[in-house]
């Protein structure tokens, strides 16, 4: 009575077929990372030293290194970073922890989730038009940084809110019924707790800030500039642009360079999202709960 | 022991929670009707009845816990210490510090067992800058009224959430102590514990007695019966019987409190 029969042997048949199936399409994702990885370092790496990045392209951007590209990257991120952290993260909290359901609520979901399906380009055309012209800031960092920080603003509060609401309701509740208010409650026990979930957060905000290059190209980002930048109002050159450039803009620029600036801004993403992953692995090994 | 001596000397109210004819709405389910209770100041009181029967809801609209739910409407007084705690001028902050509550599941905070009991007595005293030595006092005889001091003394360091699920209790309980409540809820603070961490709440619970007036509700009629002086048996909603623990048990007046305690029902 327990002998296998010709039914058992079908749907084993047809289990180990879509298991397979299922497999081949995992294995399938990782096939392009692989191949861009591999021909970036093939293409590109022969160029990368200290000096590569650390000076000025010469000749009409056909040589030389990327440091002022490099430079206003990390500016960019930075300022966009001031704005939208701290935007982001007291919205995530008011959601979190003081909001109520209501409709009030819902419809700052509803803009949120719509802020962050709205196109890249469209968001670089609003900073053009709000922050360039409307607020003055001219083509400089700052527009630059703030059309960068709307964009990004969705991903800082969705990821802040998960990481506040992985915090056990019970600890809230153990406080409140000491009669801390949901101010002490923040501060002392939630925010301790979530501050890892939304570091971690952060630092993916920043690898994806880092790649972006339509919201900055008309808003900050410079083609070539022959100065670095003094301050937020100065435009600057970006890793993005600079690749978009130097890759279809200027004749005569070596394969390797242009390969070779690729390589550098992946590798700064990837560097970003491993230490992200890094910091979150050893900060749950610390949670006890 | 102290405390207890102050509290016969000085003019204290009889009850210590008084409820008169108190409603309760979840949204347009009527969760409790007319409750009339008596609270004796100092008493352990249990609470029992079958799920469902308002038991749990009554506990927790004694510290305003429910509210928070947003679609619960109440009628009727609680008097706290001879003051309704629904009145308007009623500070919440302050009616959390003076009714301390322990829960089901036990919820130390994931920081060290000397803030876990510290936190209250942070919060409720901003500004005073106690001392090293009157925190570890407050830590100290906290932790030796739950009868957890020798155990942890060692290691005030180590998280709360890392005891063991007695332990946690207790450090639960403890952690009320130091804002000075005069009410303890319990809502059946033993039932994720095992037999020996059952026994040990309850010692605890009866050392507290005297000390502090404690509502405790509970699923398990013997820990009811052991562990209480006076017992409150609710149906639907309803006070039923409140009698002394022995008297309910032994000679109960009404029959259906008879019918639940030798489990006809429930």
């Known amino acids: ?289 | 022991m102290n405390a207890t001596a102050k509290a016969i000397s000085e003019p204290v109210a009889e009850f210590a929670i008084r409820t008169s004819k108190l409603n309760l709405w979840y949204g347009t389910f009527q969760a409790l009707f007319d409750v009339d209770l008596n609270i004796c100041n100092g008493m352990i009181t249990s609470l029992i009845g079958p799920s469902g029967c308002g038991k749990s809801t009554l506990l927790r609209s004694v510290n305003r816990i429910n509210e928070r739910l947003g679609y619960v409407r109440i009628e009727g007084n609680i008097e706290v210490m001879d003051k309704n705690i629904y009145d308007p001028d009623v500070e919440l902050v302050q009616v959390r510090k003076q009714i301390g509550m322990v829960f089901q599941r036990p919820n130390p905070l994931p920081i060290s067992i000397r803030d876990n009991i510290l936190f209250g007595h942070r919060i409720h005293n901003k500004g005073d800058k106690s001392s090293k030595s009157d925190q570890n006092e407050i830590v100290e005889s906290a932790l030796k009224q739950v009868l957890l001091l020798d155990k942890v003394k060692d290691r005030l360091n180590q998280r709360g959430t890392e005891l063991s699920l007695e332990e946690q209790q207790k450090l639960c309980i403890a952690r009320l102590l130091p804002v000075k409540p005069s009410v303890l809820l319990m809502d059946e603070p033993c039932s994720a514990l095992d037999p020996k961490g059952t026994a040990a709440v309850e010692e605890l619970i009866w050392e507290l007695r005297g000390e502090y007036t404690i509502l405790i509700v509970t699923h398990n009629m013997a820990q009811a019966r052991r562990a209480s002086e006076e017992c409150i048996f609710m149906l639907m909603g309803k006070v039923v019987e409140h009698q002394a623990t022995e008297d309910l048990f032994v000679t109960p007046e009404q029959k259906e409190t008879a019918d639940y305690i030798e489990g006809r029902y429930g």
């Open chain 1, 1 to 289: 009575m327990f002998a296998e029969s010709a039914l058992n042997v079908r749907n084993k048949r047809v289990q180990n077929l879509f298991r397979i199936l299922f497999l081949m399409m995992t294995v399938l994702l990782i096939i392009p990372v692989v191949i861009i990885l591999a021909t970036l370092i093939a293409k590109g790496g022969s160029i990368i030293s200290i000096d590569f990045l650390f000076t000025d392209p010469t000749n009409g951007m056909t040589a030389g290194g990327i440091f002022p590209a490099l430079l206003g990257t990390v500016w960019i991120v930075a300022v966009a970073l001031l704005a939208s952290v701290p935007l982001g993260v007291a919205a995530a909290i008011y959601l979190n922890e003081y909001a109520g359901d209501n409709w009030f609520t819902r419809i700052i979901q509803l803009a949120i989730i719509n802020l962050a399906g709205v196109p890249s380009i469209v968001h670089a055309l609003f900073g053009v038009g709000a922050f360039v012209i409307f607020f003055g800031f001219g083509t400089s960092i700052l527009a630059a940084s703030l059309t960068l920080a709307i964009m990004t603003l969705p991903v800082v509060i969705v990821s802040t809110r998960e990481s506040l609401r992985a915090v056990p309701q019970a600890f809230r509740e153990a406080c409140w019924n000491m009669g801390a208010t949901r101010w002490q409650t923040i501060r002392r026990v939630v925010l301790p707790n979530a501050v890892s979930g939304i570091l971690t957060g952060v630092i993916l905000e920043v690898s994806r800030t880092t790649g972006e290059t339509a919201p900055i190209m008309f808003t900050g980002a410079a083609f070539f500039l022959p100065f670095l930048p003094q301050g937020v109002f100065d435009q600057t050159m970006a890793l993005s642009l600079h690749l978009f450039v130097v890759a279809t803009q200027v004749p005569g620029v070596p394969d390797n360079l242009a390969f070779g600036v690729a390589l550098v801004l992946i590798a700064m993403v990837l560097l970003m999202n491993s230490i992200s992953i890094a910091f979150r692995m050893y900060l749950r090994g610390k949670k006890k709960w």
